[in-house]
């Protein structure tokens, strides 16, 4: 046998290795890379959540203050109505010992119940504001938790990525590539609804 077919096997080897090691260097950069464009959609993601959350309590915040606007709305009626009937009352009490009540009594029982239409009217629009306030809230909260499911998705992306980066194995970094796609997925879909 000839010597020149013979192949050394250290440099076999050694060939080998820097044949491999740029496919692991770009193999290492892809990664790198997709766990980046990940890692600023979860921080989009993030803010969402946040904005949307603080929208959120804000709005709350509101209904609350209306819903307080109107109990007291709703008492001050309450309060003229009692007015009212003791007017009434009072009136019926002299009718009863055969006396003619005073005329402001009529008047002021008729004034009572004209100011009770006018918070009665007062009092409903405020809960109407607020039933809006809160119905706007509720779908902040929505949206609020559609972001955050999304933050956690691509946060277990960028985890999965890095097993991959560890590992060197590709099926787990498509494994981080799909669950990317899945919460770059939820994103759109919870920005555009």
Same mark, same amino acid.
């Given at each position: 046998?000839?010597?020149?077919?013979?192949?050394?096997?250290?440099?076999?080897?050694?060939?080998?290795?820097?044949?491999?090691?740029?496919?692991?260097?770009?193999?290492?950069?892809?990664?790198?890379? %997709? /766990?980046? #464009?990940? $890692?600023?959609? +979860?921080?989009?993601? !993030?803010?969402?959540?946040?904005?949307?959350?603080?929208? =959120? @309590?804000?709005?709350?915040?509101? %209904? /609350?203050? #209306?819903? $307080?606007?109107? +109990?007291?709305?709703? !008492?001050?009626?309450?309060?003229?109505?009692?007015?009212? =009937? @003791?007017?009434?009352?009072?009136?019926?009490?002299? #009718?009863?010992?055969?006396?003619?009540?005073?005329?402001?009594?009529?008047?002021?029982?008729?004034?009572?119940?004209?100011?009770?239409?006018?918070?009665?009217?007062?009092?409903?629009?405020?809960?109407?504001?607020?039933?809006?306030?809160?119905?706007?809230?509720?779908?902040?909260?929505?949206?609020?938790?559609?972001?955050?499911?999304?933050?956690?998705?691509?946060?277990?992306?960028?985890?999965?990525?890095?097993?991959?980066?560890?590992?060197?194995?590709?099926?787990?970094?498509?494994?981080?590539?799909?669950?990317?796609?899945?919460?770059?997925?939820?994103?759109?879909?919870?920005?555009?609804?």
């Amino acid at each position: 046998m000839p010597e020149e077919l013979e192949v050394e096997t250290e440099k076999l080897e050694e060939a080998i290795h820097e044949a491999l090691e740029p496919e692991g260097g770009s193999f290492l950069k892809a990664i790198a890379l %997709s /766990t980046a #464009l990940l $890692a600023a959609l +979860a921080a989009v993601a !993030a803010l969402q959540a946040g904005e949307t959350v603080n929208e =959120a @309590l804000m709005l709350k915040t509101e %209904s /609350t203050r #209306l819903q $307080a606007e109107a +109990a007291d709305q709703w !008492a001050f009626y309450q309060a003229k109505g009692i007015k009212a =009937a @003791l007017r009434e009352a009072s009136r019926a009490a002299w #009718l009863a010992v055969g006396k003619e009540p005073p005329a402001d009594f009529a008047a002021g029982t008729k004034r009572y119940t004209e100011e009770q239409k006018e918070i009665q009217k007062a009092a409903t629009e405020k809960e109407h504001e607020r039933d809006i306030k809160s119905a706007e809230a509720d779908h902040f909260f929505h949206r609020h938790h559609g972001f955050a499911n999304s933050v956690a998705i691509l946060q277990v992306a960028i985890a999965v990525g890095a097993v991959a980066a560890l590992t060197r194995v590709k099926p787990i970094w498509f494994a981080s590539l799909v669950l990317g796609l899945v919460g770059g997925g939820v994103l759109l879909n919870t920005w555009l609804h």
